[in-house]
């Protein structure tokens, strides 16, 4: 029988397979044959179609959402689980530009940012999305966003480190910090030395989720069997809530991970209310002891298992404690256990201003307690190290919530310096002052001569002239040009002049809209914006006004794939 014949006639035995049709779509090679089914010859150029097509697939960026971007994600009702802060757009946007370094997304992947050309950001000012009819509004307004298959909107919130009047500290620097007293410790709170509220410094729900903390509905590489809740109903916490700090040491096992071998939690007057070597439940195939402090012979007659470690401290802990650490995340991973009231000293200190990149607990101790810890090669004390971090916290609640934090501080900065700025017209202030973020960002990496591929980074950004007085004084560098415009239409214009130009890898448009019902001339704006825009260009397009009180914004990413009409021209 012919290779054909095998391909198009139907054989007469019973327990013979029914002939395979292939439908034909848009995207298959064009061909005179009317017939349905495929002969060998056009099956196996079709198999060769397909085969290139998924080789040349591969080479174009992407975005892709973990399980963090899904929860910012709009539902039905105009509104999403766990809003995007500005910085995790920052990072998305500046690893784009620069690539792998410091700035990685933690919400999402952008594949093949190698193989970018151009990041390109719309911000229009003036839309809103506050309710579910607005975002039925919204999305039939502008088709252009599921024509060109846009991810689904995604809600970014204003984080409270913007709002210049949420702290009372007038430091300006770390070292300014640790090097005076403030004088409320010494007037106000003789007695109570705490002017920094112990509820500010909790970690929210959004940050458990970005660290990796433990969550019952957070799905994780590894199974969930055996982690249990440390009460079983809680208490609201307070600022006269206990505060108990727990550091743990581990060791490397037969399943290919780290199982627990000791816990150490010290109370707020640093005594150690519970301590214990635990015997792990698999063989342990490295004690770790440079890091760890874990011997053979200090877990010989150990005979206390993981599960009687966790009844312990569920009899210790009361329904409202704060539980303190240095990545605790790692400890209640060893411990099992789900706890909703967290202080991570990594998280509240942070010493070169980038939020992504945690300070080790032994550079901590030393810049702001004078401590040594972890000295010589016989691995870490945890108790000494809960000590560590009881003393951390104690500090930071004696001086500010910004202190010890670069980050905090610069974002402070920045807020009340846009704040002493001439009052401009813009509907959304809040949601905009964000914005300038992402392009001091953007200006102090360009200003250390970055390059990408050798061709030398520059950046444009085109505005309304009523929008450049916040923006102007504010960058230092050549390399990120801004230009005032006198309407929309000629912002539009320049911003897609300037997008021909790939050399500049940053472009920006900020536009305003006047009726906030006039979305059709959003939709044509939009399509205008991203017809200029040259293939293997990341595309972000933010919208002010959305969410309850109007000050979140709604975002749409997608990158613009080139067509692959040569690719069935060859076939």
């Keep these: 029988m012919s290779a054909k014949r095998k391909l198009t006639d139907k054989s007469s035995s019973p327990s013979a397979q029914p002939v395979v049709k ?40 992407r975005i892709l959402l973990n399980a963090r971007g899904h929860l910012s994600q709009l539902n039905e009702s ?64 502008l088709p252009m966003f599921s024509k060109y298959k846009f991810l689904p909107p995604i809600e970014v919130e204003l984080p409270p480190s913007w709002c210049a009047d949420n702290d009372t500290d007038t430091t300006t620097s770390i070292t300014d910090d640790i090097a005076s007293e403030s004088p409320l410790i010494e007037k106000e709170n003789v007695e109570k030395k705490e002017i920094c509220s112990r509820t500010r410094l909790l970690m929210s729900l959004n ?48 399943i290919g991970r780290n199982e627990l071998t000791r816990v150490s939690i010290v109370n707020e007057q640093l005594d150690v209310i519970y301590e214990s070597f635990v015997k792990p439940s698999n063989k342990i195939t490295n004690y770790l002891t440079v890091y760890s402090g874990i011997t053979a ?8 298992t993981l599960a009687d470690v966790q ?15 240095q990545s605790l995340n790692c400890d209640l991973d060893a411990l099992k256990l789900f706890h909703p009231y967290i202080i991570d000293t990594s998280v509240i200190f942070n010493l070169n201003g980038n939020k992504g990149c945690k300070s080790k607990l032994k550079l901590l101790a030393k810049y702001f307690l004078d401590m040594n810890i972890q000295c010589g090669n016989l691995g870490h004390d945890s108790i000494e190290d809960s000590r560590a971090t009881m003393l951390l916290v104690q500090l930071k609640l004696c001086k500010s919530l910004t202190y010890g934090d670069a980050y905090l501080i610069g974002q402070k900065r920045l807020a009340e310096f846009v704040n002493k700025k001439t009052k401009i017209n813009v509907k959304h202030i809040e949601t905009f002052k964000k914005f300038l973020a992402l392009l001091q960002s953007v200006s102090e990496s360009s200003a250390k001569g970055d390059y990408h591929f050798n061709i030398k980074i520059t950046s444009k950004v085109h505005l309304k002239k009523n929008l450049m007085a916040a923006y102007d004084n504010i960058f230092s560098t050549s390399k990120l040009s801004i230009e005032e415009h006198s309407t929309n239409k000629v912002v539009l214009e320049s911003v897609c002049k300037s997008m021909e130009d790939t050399t ?17 001339l959003v939709n044509r704006w939009c399509e205008k914006y991203w017809a200029a825009m040259s293939s293997f260009a990341l595309c972000a397009v933010l919208f002010t006004g959305c969410g309850a009180e109007g000050k979140n914004s709604v975002c749409l990413l997608n990158v613009k794939q080139p067509p692959l009409n040569h690719l069935q021209d060859k076939f």
């Design 504 to 520: 500049n890898r940053f472009c920006m448009a900020h536009m305003q809209l006047k009726n906030k019902n006039n979305l059709d």
């Design 78 to 141: 105009g509104f999403s689980e766990c809003p995007l802060l500005p910085t995790d757009l920052n990072e998305l946007i500046l690893y784009s530009v620069y690539g792998p370094g410091k700035y990685v997304p933690k919400w999402s992947s952008l594949e093949m940012q190698c193989n970018l050309n151009q990041t390109c950001v719309l911000i229009i000012d003036g839309c809103e999305v506050k309710t579910k009819e607005d975002l039925s509004n919204f999305n039939n307004s």
């Design 207 to 254: 940050q458990m989720m970005i660290h990796n903390y433990p969550l019952p509905t957070n799905k994780r590489q590894f199974t969930m069997d055996g982690f249990r809740f440390t009460k079983s109903h809680y208490l609201p916490v307070t600022d006269d809530s206990p505060m108990f700090a727990i550091d743990c040491e581990m060791c490397y096992t037969s």
């Design 22 to 61: 292939y439908k034909r779509t848009c995207q298959q090679p064009a061909n005179k044959s009317t017939n349905d089914t495929l002969t060998k010859e056009e099956y196996l150029k079709l198999k060769l179609y397909l085969k290139e097509k998924k080789k040349i697939l591969k080479t174009f960026p």
């Design 311 to 325: 009844e312990d401290i569920i009899k210790l802990l009361t329904p409202d404690s704060i539980l303190i650490g």
């Design 297 to 304: 012979s200090k877990l010989k007659n150990v005979k206390t």
